[in-house]
């Protein structure tokens, strides 16, 4: 016998409420997860809708007592069954609960309020509404004459403005709907986050390298042709003007558009750009918009009252009926990735719902990832290349400046003489300055400002990192070492941890460059809801002369003024214990990079670092993706990570350390037993995690490599099995993350 679980309200509330319906033999073939149901609920059995999230050959409780499916619809697949098997999906793909993935995918109501409006009308005719504006004059009912007048001036009037303009209280309202004269009728209001602005639908003059990628991919869309494509195109190249008018193409075909932006470069500039393109019928999502804000945007795409929704990660689950396009910009971005249960990446994820929606996908970016690259270069996603600057500007000049050479002539300053040298310049010339500190992946490693060697765990290849108990350990094996006094390659003593903070970079600045207006842009001062866009705005109109900050201030933002970038640190991502780290470095420089010389002056941009022979900053300085890519795949092969292999990381937590060390080995044996003779899988720990211990829970990581992906999904079901009936693992929490974007 078949038995399916059943939701019957999409909401988070009732998510994690399933009932569990016996699956009539003539059923089992419809019985699908997402398939929408008909069903006998409570005592009553009156009939309700539900959904099927679960199927199994179990029942969860005495079969006499348990109720049939009454029916399985036959109308074709809803948008929330869709939504439904994608949960299934991520669940059965990244390992996670089935209401953990449902709470993820579905556009649902929580405890939102609806914004409302209150409309008045007359229910009667004019003749006798006259009539009664008479009688209501004559007994001196100013109220009630004063509303029938302005009714029969203005057919329907909204009850905010008959309070507030014409002074009629809410009692005489409800006096007249009691004598049947007028109507009162509610509308809910949706809250729109983009505001009273004027759509300018300008033609775009798009170059020959554009009008190829547009026509290419639109060609093959519109004679049925459902593709995932990459588009790698350098900063600056007009990737934004391609997409555009590929969305126009596809909104002519009658469908809709989902466009992923990372959050960091969802600016209001970036907005502005699409909505006067295409008005109206385009929606933002971000995580600064008000829980009714978000809730409005998802009903409004439902019921089809917008085409294009832009937003970040989460946007991917916009209930779309006609989805025919998702565009995934910024495509390397780490925060593609979850950090909660479930794991998912965005990239994967997309192309499995445009698999459901028949849909098309495209990838953009100046510095893809090695994995997507990859699939590219196999024939597994299509490749298009903008090779070019749009407008023929041209780009920066970029010079990578050695800071052992510096020390060595007693520059201890956070400027080689060369920055320095260039920001006087472009001060001088009223132009604008970016200073970039890289501090993405920091992890305390360890390097030699002398000659810049980094200590590496000689087991995995990634940097050593410092702990607090004058220890270097490795956070991918556990392999850990005293630290060192003297740098074990040239004697140095001019050895530590490295790293440096942006408050303290921005009193530098001030200090050395009096004369110049300084602002910061950090996690810290971009706080509220405006914050990003203030600081932007005041940089945009030149009100500031240099910007300091991290990540943020190098992705997607356009300032024509802007004639240096100073990156200040290229090193720190470079050893952030993690196989990406290249890979990030790479991307970081190559976009801080793309920010100098957009516009008609020349930009120039410097590149401070320990280690300027290191592939990743030599090809980046040299804007040579291709090479990069060539050298970095070398790595992975050799190591078998992505996108050669795979990996999956387990984190195991519990309160009790002395119950997570045994339970820890013991799961560690439990897959050497599953695996031994079956399949080539690594297995990598336990290992203390990289942080050990955060608020009293106590943290181990086991890592798993295998070239064959399908080897490590198989075991994450095994071992969610195991989990699920294993009495060892009762007061144990386990994570899986599946390719890991960061180290544990």
Known sequence: ??????????????????????????????????????????????????????????????????????????????????????????????????????????????????????????????????????????????????????????????SGILKDKLNISQSTINSLIGLN??????????????????????????????????????????????????????????????????????????????????????????????????????????????????????????????????????????????????????????????????????????????????????????????????????????????????????????????????????????????????IMEKLEKKEQIILFINRRGYAGFVSCRSCGHVLKCPHCDISLTSHNNGKLVCHYCGYEVPMVQLCPECGSPYIAAFGTGTQKIEAMVKKEFPMASVIRMDTDTTSGKEGHQKILKSFANHEVDILVGTQMIVKGHDFPEVTLVGILAADLSLYAGSYLAAERTYDLLAQASGRAGRGEKAGNVVIQTYNPDHYSIRYAAANNYDAFYEEELLYRKMLDYPPIGHMVAILLCSESEDRLEAASKLFANVIKE???????TTVIGPAKASVSKANDIYRRVIYLKDKEERNLTELIKFLEGYIKYSEYMKDITIQFDFDPMNSY
């Open 674 to 680: 599953k695996i031994q003779g079956i399949c080539n």
């Open 181 to 422: 004269l007028i109507l009162q009728e509610t509308q809910i209001v949706y809250r729109n986050p983009i505001r009273n602005q004027l759509a300018n639908k300008k033609e775009l003059n798009l170059n020959l390298e554009q009008i190829n990628i547009v026509e290419g991919i639109t060609k093959e869309y519109k004679a049925g042709e459902r593709k995932t494509y990459l588009i790698h195109g350098v900063t600056g190249s007009g990737k934004t003007e391609v997409y555009m008018e590929i969305i126009k193409a596809v909104l002519d075909e009658g469908k809709q558009v989902i466009l992923l932006i990372p959050e960091i470069s969802l600016t209001y500039q970036m907005v502005m750009r699409f909505y006067n393109r295409f008005g109206e019928r385009i929606s933002i999502l971000n995580s600064r918009m008000s829980k009714g804000e978000r809730y409005d945007q998802y009903m409004r795409a439902k019921n089809g009252e917008i085409d294009i929704m832009i937003g970040p990660r989460s946007a991917l689950f916009t209930p779309f009926l006609n989805l025919g396009l998702i565009i995934i910009d910024e495509e390397q971005e780490g925060s593609y990735k979850s950090e909660g249960s479930p794991k998912y990446h965005a990239r994967e994820t997309a192309i499995e719902r445009a698999r459901l929606s028949n849909a098309s996908v495209i990838l953009g970016s100046a510095t893809p990832t090695v994995e997507s690259y990859y699939k590219a270069r196999t024939g597994q996603y299509t490749l298009y290349s903008l090779m070019n600057r749009a407008n023929n500007a041209n780009l920066p000049s970029i010079e990578v400046v050695d800071l052992r050479e510096e020390l060595k002539k007693k520059n201890k300053s956070i400027f080689s003489e060369r920055l320095r040298e260039l």
């Open 1 to 158: 016998m078949m038995f399916a679980d059943v939701i019957v309200d999409i909401s988070h509330e009732n998510l994690d409420k399933t009932y569990q319906y016996i699956v009539k033999p003539e059923q089992e073939a419809s019985a699908v997860i997402g398939a929408p149901v008909m069903i006998p609920f409570g005592r009553g059995n009156r009939r309700i809708k539900g959904y099927i999230v679960g199927l199994s050959q179990t029942p969860a409780w005495d079969i006499d007592k348990m109720k049939e499916l009454d029916e399985i619809s036959e109308n074709g697949i809803v948008i929330e069954s869709q939504l439904i098997y994608l949960a299934y999906w991520m669940k059965e793909t990244y390992g996670s609960t089935m209401n953990d993935a449902l709470k993820t995918v579905i556009p649902v109501k929580t405890t939102i309020k609806n914004k409302e409006k209150k409309y008045i009308s007359l229910n009667v005719s004019n003749e006798m509404a006259r009539k009664k504006l008479e009688e209501f004059i004559q007994k001196k009912n100013k109220g009630r004459a004063r509303l029938i007048q302005s009714l029969l001036e203005n057919p329907i009037i909204e």
